[in-house]
Nanobody, 127 residues
Framework: QLQLVESGGGLVQPGGSLRLSCAAS????????IGWFRQAPGKEREGISCISSTGSNTNYADSVKGRFTISRDNAKNTVYLQMNSLKPEDTAVYYCAADRYYYCSGYVPIGSGFNYWGQGTQVTVSS
């Protein structure tokens, strides 16, 4: 069974950092584009970053550009989202998603393009 599991969320003060992980089981992430999404209460899901299967292409939403970094370690079958300079408006449930054919380039990821999703991890930025 193909599964994605996010971890690393939690409560952090404004200006702090967190690193989210997206670990795959039941399949190898080597050939998959990975996207990170988030959804705050009462808001629509927002695509924030993606990374191509080789890691050569990445893209970020303007809202996180310069603060978040996506990376992958295919040997560990894991993708990461390093989040720095966190703001209260970053508070949301964060999801990773995978798709073998999604092309990550030039625009933020679109959720409908991804077939496999994790269950999400809560990130709360508050003093």
């Amino acid at each position: 069974q193909l599964q994605l599991v996010e971890s690393g969320g939690g409560l952090v003060q404004p200006g702090g950092s967190l690193r989210l992980s997206c670990a795959a089981s039941g399949f190898t992430l080597d050939y998959y584009t990975i996207g990170w999404f988030r959804q705050a209460p009462g808001k629509e899901r927002e695509g924030i970053s993606c990374i191509s299967s080789t890691g050569s292409n990445t893209n970020y939403a303007d809202s996180v550009k310069g603060r978040f970094t996506i990376s992958r370690d295919n040997a560990k079958n894991t993708v990461y989202l390093q989040m720095n300079s966190l703001k209260p408006e970053d508070t949301a449930v964060y999801y990773c998603a995978a798709d073998r054919y999604y092309y990550c380039s030039g625009y933020v990821p679109i959720g409908s393009g991804f077939n496999y999703w994790g269950q999400g991890t809560q990130v709360t930025v508050s003093s």
